[in-house]
């Protein structure tokens, strides 16, 4: 069965990986969020796409889920010496995959062909594309106004009130080369659990994507268990936008392209409610709390494809 997963940062790649372990790797795609790049210190930082590489390849950090593991700081606590920035925790071995990515988009390779490469070098035997190569920024709307995705995020710690989203430059965008015909040639697309809001929008919303996903049959693993995500804003982002976040409000995001949603056996009782929608249900235990984890939830997820 070839599969398409849709993923952002730490939740996408945990389950990507556990993807990784299940099925044959030449039948996995992963596309990668991109909204979350920035330019610091003149570097392209990727950090979603970092993330699902360096989990893929066993090079992350595993008590943070991002960065490497075994990494080291020399860099940028010199930085802060210096008095300059160091609000965003940029670790030496990660460094070398910002500087050498930022030299070759200077000679003028795309982001998904230096992934590429660096997939080879990391030997990651799956396909691993950015959304797309044109330049998609989020941006976060707030009580305290527009914040650029990581300010929001890293900087102001998730403080700010949420009031809306923006991915600028996402109109002129275009699918990075293979998105479309992966998605098209897949027998499903995983939504990863990934924050709805600010990690699998911003892909569904690149031109071209979401009408291709939706000639598929398409099944999302909830971030959302119990009320809670595990890590990062998504169920404090959908308080703030006024909606109750669980497995439903994560049913209701997707439902115009979903044909089954996965989510945690402690949330059963919403199963009525979702399947009101017109989409199919599973429960299972949906904490990866490591790599057998990660892969058990796969197999669940595959059953569950299978079963459609
Ligand atoms: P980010 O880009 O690093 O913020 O990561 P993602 O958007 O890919 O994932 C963030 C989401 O992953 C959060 O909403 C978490 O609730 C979810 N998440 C993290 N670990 C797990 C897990 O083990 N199980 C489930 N179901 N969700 C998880
Ligand atoms: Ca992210």
């Not at 392209?257 to 249900?281: C, M, N, R, W, Y």
Request: some cysteine.
């Amino acid at each position: 069965m070839k599969i398409t997963a849709l993923a952002g940062g730490v939740g996408g790649a945990k389950f990507a990986q556990g993807l990784y372990r299940t099925i044959p790797k030449e039948d996995l795609t992963v596309i990668v969020n991109t909204g979350d790049d920035f330019e610091h210190f003149g570097l392209a930082v990727s950090p979603d796409v970092d993330t699902v590489c360096y989990t893929l390849a066993g090079l992350e950090n595993p008590e943070s889920g991002w960065g490497r593991a075994d990494e080291t700081w020399n860099a940028i606590s010199n930085v802060k010496v210096l008095g300059g920035p160091s609000w965003f925790q940029l670790g030496d071995r990660d460094l070398a995959t910002h500087l050498e990515r930022t030299r070759r988009l200077n000679l003028g390779y795309s982001l998904s062909e230096i992934t590429r490469d660096f997939c080879k070098a990391w030997r990651i035997d799956c396909r691993v594309i950015p959304m797309t190569d044109s330049r998609v920024r989020t941006t976060v709307l707030t009580d305290e106004g527009a914040l650029p995705f990581q300010e929001y995020f890293v900087r102001r710690h998730c403080e700010p009130r949420v009031t809306g989203f923006r991915f600028d430059g996402i109109h002129t965008a275009e699918p990075a080369p293979g998105v479309l015909e992966e998605i098209s040639s897949s027998d499903a697309i995983i939504l990863c659990p990934s924050n709805p809001w600010v990690s699998i929008d911003p892909i569904l919303s690149v031109p071209g994507i979401q009408p291709a996903v939706q000639n598929s049959r398409v099944v999302s693993i909830s971030p959302i268990i119990q009320g809670r995500a595990l890590k990062g804003p998504a169920a404090k982002m959908y308080k703030e936008l006024g909606i109750e976040p669980s497995a439903l409000a994560i049913a209701n995001h997707f439902r115009y392209i979903l044909t089954g949603i996965v989510f945690d056996s402690q949330d059963a009782h919403l199963k009525p409610h979702i399947e009101k929608l017109g989409i199919g249900t599973f429960t299972c235990n949906t904490i990866m709390e490591d790599s057998s984890g990660c892969a058990r939830l796969a197999r669940d997820v595959l059953h569950f494809i299978g079963s459609l």
